[in-house]
């Protein structure tokens, strides 16, 4: 019975992940090398693929800073009350309970050009909506429970009483921070920007609704594969795809070479 069930995981693993990472591969490939290379080099492509890399940084960036900083106030901070806690926690969880659509059109509602903020930003030369900003926006909605949920634990499992030694011997909080606290949780934060950049990466649903997919303007990658398919477009669709789950992949790949190299030493 245990052999029919690894069996039956292999035989969903394939069906579900190797067959596409094939199908892909093998679309992109389809006007062999030139068909892959046109579909690269257009301007849709080189200006999508610079925007979602820009996207990428400053969401991993904000992600990372904030969301370090959250965890440690949720799991160390004393003066926060437990149903603050409690209710900072919700907050956290709230991407993973809602959809992506529905985060971007809670973005459009609040700050688009028809909302009261909105308006006041495009006033002062500040475009939110349907431009880089909201796509921004709409990236670390989706992505800001990532880095928390991948720090917490750790800090729960090492505890605190490093911490508050360093502390009353009189180590300021920075020192005690970066001296303590960081190579403890580091390799959490490192898995947490990963997990971060690959969900980056494909972001499709809240981007879409905030950006308004405008070729060469507001286009990302994903959004831009959405379009070629649209367009029966298929080889250059498949060829952005091959590039997006090849970094992904590869930067996963490396984080776990990294490990077990860490483990080793």
């Not at 926690?89 to 992506?100: H, K, Q, R, T």
């Not at 091959?242 to 990294?258: D, I, N, P």
């Given at each position: 019975?245990?052999?029919?069930?690894?069996?039956?995981?292999?035989?969903?693993?394939?069906?579900?992940?190797?067959?596409?990472?094939?199908?892909?591969?093998?679309?992109?490939?389809?006007?062999?090398?030139?068909?892959?290379?046109?579909?690269?080099?257009?301007?849709?492509?080189?200006?999508?693929?610079?925007?979602?890399?820009?996207?990428?940084?400053?969401?991993?960036?904000?992600?990372?800073?904030?969301?370090?900083?959250?965890?440690?106030?949720?799991?160390?901070?004393?003066?926060?009350?437990?149903?603050?806690?409690?209710?900072?926690?919700?907050?956290?969880?709230?991407?993973?309970?809602?959809?992506?659509?529905?985060?971007?059109?809670?973005?459009?509602?609040?700050?688009?050009?028809?909302?009261?903020?909105?308006?006041?930003?495009?006033?002062?030369?500040?475009?939110?909506?349907?431009?880089?900003?909201?796509?921004?926006?709409?990236?670390?909605?989706?992505?800001?429970?990532?880095?928390?949920?991948?720090?917490m634990p750790v800090l729960q499992e090492i505890g605190s009483q490093?911490?508050?030694?360093?502390?009353?011997?009189?180590?300021?909080?920075?020192?005690?921070?970066?001296?303590?606290?960081?190579?403890?949780?580091?390799?959490?934060?490192?898995?947490?920007?990963?997990?971060?950049?690959?969900?980056?990466?494909?972001?499709?649903?809240?981007?879409?609704?905030?950006?308004?997919?405008?070729?060469?303007?507001?286009?990302?990658?994903?959004?831009?594969?959405?379009?070629?398919?649209?367009?029966f477009n298929v080889v250059a669709a498949n060829s952005i795809a091959?590039?997006?789950?090849?970094?992904?992949?590869?930067?996963?790949?490396?984080?776990?070479?990294?490990?077990?190299?860490?483990?080793?030493?």
């Amino acid at each position: 019975m245990k052999k029919l069930w690894i069996s039956l995981t292999y035989l969903v693993f394939i069906i579900l992940l190797i067959i596409p990472v094939i199908k892909i591969f093998t679309g992109a490939w389809a006007d062999g090398w030139s068909g892959f290379a046109d579909a690269l080099s257009r301007k849709q492509s080189i200006h999508a693929l610079m925007m979602t890399g820009i996207i990428v940084v400053v969401v991993t960036a904000i992600n990372t800073v904030f969301g370090v900083m959250l965890a440690l106030y949720l799991v160390r901070a004393s003066w926060i009350s437990h149903r603050m806690k409690q209710f900072m926690n919700s907050i956290v969880d709230l991407p993973f309970a809602v959809s992506p659509v529905i985060g971007g059109l809670m973005i459009v509602l609040l700050l688009g050009p028809s909302s009261i903020m909105g308006a006041f930003f495009e006033d002062i030369g500040f475009k939110v909506v349907y431009a880089l900003p909201g796509m921004i926006l709409a990236t670390l909605f989706v992505t800001f429970p990532l880095m928390v949920r991948e720090v917490m634990p750790v800090l729960q499992e090492i505890g605190s009483q490093q911490e508050e030694a360093a502390s009353t011997l009189g180590a300021y909080s920075w020192y005690t921070f970066w001296h303590v606290t960081w190579p403890s949780i580091r390799w959490g934060v490192i898995y947490g920007v990963v997990l971060t950049v690959a969900r980056s990466l494909g972001e499709f649903g809240a981007v879409l609704v905030v950006s308004g997919n405008i070729m060469n303007k507001t286009q990302t990658a994903t959004t831009l594969v959405y379009q070629d398919v649209e367009n029966f477009n298929v080889v250059a669709a498949n060829s952005i795809a091959l590039v997006l789950a090849a970094f992904s992949v590869g930067l996963l790949l490396l984080m776990e070479w990294a490990k077990k190299r860490k483990e080793v030493h």
